[in-house]
């Protein structure tokens, strides 16, 4: 008997060492090439169009793996607005769809809208929620906190404490994200004029808790064959070769100011025996207030949809999601804007070398540097903004100079990968900081 339990204790004795020979051999090698811990991130925005943050929400979505799980929910667009879901499909994303979560205050569609977004939460127990804009921020920011989620993230793609509502409406807001802001753990300014803001001026939240994370984009396509998407440009549009186009992208919305941009184009074109002409891109409420605008300026128009390739002053192309052929075909960009956030516009034409003018709204001072890469005026003075603009179409050396430092300028400020590594490095010190 003695010795059978010396044989068993033996082998047993054996078996552990083979265990612990192929833990060594095998098993701790492939651990060795396993992704960290994995993190569960449901990212939730407000609507997927046209703009800057549909491209960073779905950027982030797709590439901070293998350190991150991201699930992307989305709001429903508002008529007049470019629909941006082929981003996503580019990037083989699924988002889901929270149809009840709209850019307007409607108190039965809200309530609904935190229901679905809080039963999501529940099932997929996500260790980060990061909003992006206002309503999505409201509905997940109170969901994510109901739901006890370790770290609440929000981020502010521009705001709407200004030039949006009347003063007792925008004093509501500035309360609302005060509010929020205290169910917040991290909230992300995507430019330091806009911290700035956040911090000094609304007081949305004290400075510790705000991160500077500016966008990121694709922007190498912006840069190549731009002879012949110049020629598809001006071909599809009816612009001459010999044009010299100055162009505004974006919707056509008051905060847009376009009255501004049509008033600067009936100066060029009382001052000028070159031929210049104006090219709106984009569509939106504002475009008949566009159109009178033009018939009370003494502007011909004209509305690409209706009108093709008519020969006027001002060209209203509508909807265009080939925007750099759109950047191949113009001189100059503009943008004259009472608020923006970080205006998406002028980085995609600056990374088309192009030179730009725009208004001193936002984050426009950390993307435009003035007499280098273009100029930057006061909201509303619009003479000399005029007069910015027709130095630049006098002078097309000045315009090859300005458009090579705002390429360069931008290209290594706002890549995918900088936005990418910004954020990942963000997030993992948060988690840090929350063991």
């Given amino acids: 008997?003695?010795?059978?339990?010396?044989?068993?204790?033996?082998?047993?004795?054996?078996?552990?060492?083979?265990?612990?020979?192929?833990?060594?051999?095998?098993?701790?090698?492939?651990?060795l090439y396993l992704p960290p811990n994995m993190y569960k991130i449901l990212r939730i925005h407000n609507r997927l169009v046209v703009g800057g943050p549909s491209h960073n929400v779905t950027l982030l979505t797709a590439y901070l793996y293998p350190e991150f799980e991201t699930k992307l929910l989305v709001g429903k667009k508002d008529a007049g607005e470019k629909d941006a879901s082929y981003i996503a499909e580019q990037l083989e994303l699924v988002p889901v769809h929270i149809t009840e979560m709209r850019r307007s205050v409607v108190p039965f569609f809200d309530v609904m809208a935190y229901f679905k977004v809080r039963k999501i939460i529940k099932a997929y127990r996500p260790d980060i929620v990061h909003t992006h804009a206002s309503k999505a921020g409201a509905i997940g920011r109170l969901a994510a906190k109901s739901c006890k989620v370790p770290l609440i993230v929000h981020t502010f793609h521009g705001h709407v404490f200004h030039s949006y509502f009347n003063s007792f409406l925008s004093n509501i807001i500035v309360r609302a994200e005060r509010f929020l802001a205290k169910k917040t753990n991290a909230i992300i300014a995507i430019s330091e004029s806009q911290k700035k803001e956040l911090v000094s001026v609304y007081k949305i939240a004290p400075e510790e808790k705000i991160f500077v994370v500016p966008l990121g984009f694709n922007l190498d396509k912006y840069s190549v064959d731009q002879d012949a998407k110049r020629i598809i440009f001006r071909n599809k549009y009816g612009f001459d070769e010999t044009d010299i186009i100055v162009g505004i992208i974006g919707r056509l919305v008051p905060v847009k100011?376009?009255?501004?941009?049509?008033?600067?184009?009936?100066?060029?074109?009382a001052n000028t025996n070159r031929n210049v002409r104006f090219a709106i891109v984009g569509d939106g409420a504002s475009r008949q207030q566009v159109e009178d605008k033009c018939a009370a300026l003494g502007l011909s128009y004209s509305y690409y949809v209706t009108d093709p390739k008519k020969r006027t002053d001002v060209v209203v192309t509508s909807w265009e999601t080939e925007i750099d052929q759109v950047l191949a075909g113009l001189e100059v960009v503009v943008l004259t804007s009472n608020n923006e956030g970080t205006p998406v516009s002028l980085i995609e034409a600056q990374s088309a070398y192009k030179p730009v003018v725009s208004t001193n709204v936002g984050g426009v001072e950390d993307i435009v540097i003035h007499g280098e890469t273009g100029y930057i005026t006061a909201v509303g003075d619009t003479e000399t903004f005029a007069g910015y603009v027709n130095i630049l179409l006098e002078d097309a050396a000045l315009r090859d100079v300005m458009g090579k430092k705002g390429h360069d300028h931008v290209v290594n400020i706002y890549s995918r990968q900088r936005l990418i590594n910004d954020m990942r490095k963000l997030y993992l010190s948060f988690m840090n900081n929350k063991k």
């Fill in 1 to 31: 008997m003695i010795g059978k339990a010396c044989v068993i204790s033996s082998w047993k004795i054996h078996k552990k060492l083979i265990s612990v020979k192929a833990y060594y051999m095998i098993i701790y090698p492939v651990l």
């Fill in 257 to 269: 100011n376009h009255d501004m941009f049509l008033e600067m184009a009936a100066i060029i074109k």
